[in-house]
């Protein structure tokens, strides 16, 4: 039988969307044929060869709705003259040219949802663009195969649109490691640096900690942040790396003595998240803070790897890292509980089930 050729869209760098290189690098280990069609921005950097197919469209507006307008209008043409048998489109914000090329050339579509894209607290504080992708939403997922991160996104589809998707949680590899000696004490933010990510109180709850909170990432709330961190006149405790490769990034996380996972509350999706960094602390054996919510706190009860708290108060964001500063111990708990819960969430295992979603969509 021919290899099934899988088309993916995303509008982000290729280069650093790790949940992507791992499922791309999966399925076309498991043989699949694999491409990948992302946007090419005028910094974007040279693309790192992968062992599957990475194609990038170049953008002329990078910021507001022109943006959409134009990588849609160029997308739609790329799939309607490309080679696939799957097209799966990754969030929302790429479903409306999945939607329609594989109608017109009828093939298979499948949803990545990597969150809750309508409950995202910069689409609800806009009133014109939720309804906008809430129209996309509704005309769209219910006419699609899909998988999640989490037990929660999953219900939050099966109820909304009675569609059963499949979970495939955004675990790190599990690889040997072994943890080294922390004598500088740092603590790590890792991803996006966006809206709802709590910088407007983990910025000031910093003027309390006594350590220097390093920031790999960028986004759309970064020049916010980088303007929060001199308003608080921070410059010498916090650092900003911007976008970090996988590999070095790795080096930062595993010599971390904190890894921080945040989200407001205000956000169906925030609630219900699942962070890829919560397992790349968990992967280096770096315990972590984090919001008590349902899927943090499913997993702390089953392997205790983080700090939850209740409230997002700056008091409380410097108390519970104060504690974990000092109180080696207790670190030294949650580091070696790390490492067991590795063991069990980890992409061998999530790998399995994408396979068999894939190999299942293509059978039936």
Same mark, same amino acid.
């Given at each position: 039988?021919?290899?099934?050729?899988?088309?993916?869209?995303?509008?982000?760098?290729?280069?650093?969307?790790?949940?992507?290189?791992?499922?791309?690098?999966?399925?076309?280990?498991?043989?699949?044929?694999?491409?990948?069609? &992302?946007?090419?921005?005028?910094?974007?950097?040279?693309?790192?060869?992968?062992?599957?197919?990475?194609?990038?469209?170049?953008?002329?507006?990078? =910021?507001?709705?022109?943006?959409?307008?134009?990588?849609?209008?160029?997308?739609?043409?790329?799939?309607?003259?490309?080679?696939?048998?799957?097209?799966?489109?990754?969030?929302?914000?790429?479903?409306?040219?999945?939607?329609?090329?594989?109608?017109?050339?009828?093939?298979?579509? +499948?949803?990545?949802?990597?969150?809750?894209?309508?409950?995202?607290?910069?689409?609800?504080?806009?009133?014109?663009?939720?309804?906008?992708?809430?129209?996309?939403?509704?005309?769209? +997922?219910?006419?699609?195969? &899909?998988?999640?991160?989490?037990?929660?996104?999953?219900?939050?589809?099966?109820?909304?649109?009675?569609?059963?998707?499949?979970?495939?949680?955004?675990?790190? +590899?599990?690889?040997?490691?072994?943890?080294?000696?922390?004598?500088?004490?740092?603590?790590?933010?890792?991803?996006?640096?966006?809206?709802?990510?709590?910088?407007?109180?983990?910025?000031?709850?910093?003027?309390?900690?006594?350590?220097?909170?390093?920031?790999?990432?960028? &986004?759309?709330?970064?020049?916010?942040?980088?303007?929060?961190?001199?308003?608080?006149?921070?410059?010498? $405790?916090?650092?900003?790396? &911007?976008?970090?490769?996988?590999?070095?990034?790795?080096?930062?996380?595993? @010599?971390?003595?904190?890894?921080?996972?945040?989200?407001?509350?205000?956000?169906?999706?925030?609630?219900?998240?699942?962070?890829?960094?919560?397992?790349?602390?968990?992967?280096?054996?770096?315990?972590?803070?984090?919001?008590?919510?349902?899927?943090?706190? =499913?997993?702390?009860?089953?392997?205790?790897?983080?700090?939850?708290?209740?409230?997002?108060?700056?008091?409380?964001?410097?108390?519970?890292?104060?504690?974990?500063? $000092?109180?080696?111990?207790?670190?030294?708990?949650?580091?070696? @509980?790390?490492?067991?819960? =590795?063991?069990?969430?980890?992409?061998?295992?999530?790998?399995?089930?994408?396979?068999?979603?894939?190999?299942?969509?293509?059978?039936?």
């Amino acid at each position: 039988m021919k290899k099934q050729r899988i088309v993916f869209t995303v509008t982000n760098d290729l280069n650093f969307d790790q949940r992507m290189i791992r499922i791309c690098t999966t399925l076309s280990e498991a043989g699949y044929d694999v491409t990948i069609i &992302g946007f090419k921005k005028k910094k974007s950097p040279p693309l790192i060869a992968r062992p599957y197919k990475q194609i990038r469209l170049p953008i002329v507006v990078e =910021r507001s709705k022109l943006m959409y307008t134009d990588f849609w209008l160029k997308l739609f043409f790329k799939l309607l003259f490309i080679k696939a048998d799957i097209f799966c489109a990754i969030d929302l914000d790429t479903i409306l040219p999945v939607y329609y090329v594989s109608k017109l050339r009828g093939k298979k579509r +499948v949803y990545d949802a990597h969150e809750l894209f309508t409950e995202l607290k910069e689409v609800t504080d806009k009133p014109m663009s939720l309804k906008i992708w809430n129209w996309i939403e509704r005309k769209t +997922v219910p006419h699609f195969h &899909g998988y999640t991160v989490g037990d929660g996104c999953s219900k939050y589809f099966q109820e909304k649109y009675g569609v059963n998707y499949a979970v495939v949680r955004s675990a790190t +590899v599990l690889r040997p490691i072994e943890i080294p000696e922390k004598k500088d004490k740092y603590i790590l933010y890792q991803g996006a640096v966006n809206v709802g990510r709590c910088f407007e109180e983990l910025i000031p709850a910093m003027k309390h900690v006594d350590a220097p909170l390093i920031i790999c990432g960028e &986004g759309n709330f970064y020049k916010e942040t980088v303007a929060l961190v001199k308003q608080h006149q921070l410059e010498n $405790k916090i650092t900003f790396k &911007g976008y970090v490769p996988p590999q070095e990034l790795r080096n930062y996380t595993i @010599n971390a003595w904190i890894g921080i996972t945040l989200f407001e509350p205000n956000s169906k999706s925030n609630q219900n998240s699942l962070a890829n960094r919560f397992f790349d602390y968990m992967h280096s054996g770096v315990p972590q803070l984090c919001v008590n919510y349902f899927e943090y706190k =499913r997993i702390n009860s089953e392997f205790e790897i983080s700090a939850l708290i209740d409230d997002l108060k700056p008091e409380t964001i410097a108390a519970a890292l104060n504690n974990l500063l $000092k109180d080696e111990p207790y670190h030294k708990r949650l580091e070696e @509980n790390c490492l067991k819960a =590795r063991e069990k969430y980890c992409w061998q295992e999530e790998a399995k089930t994408l396979i068999k979603f894939y190999d299942d969509l293509v059978q039936n």
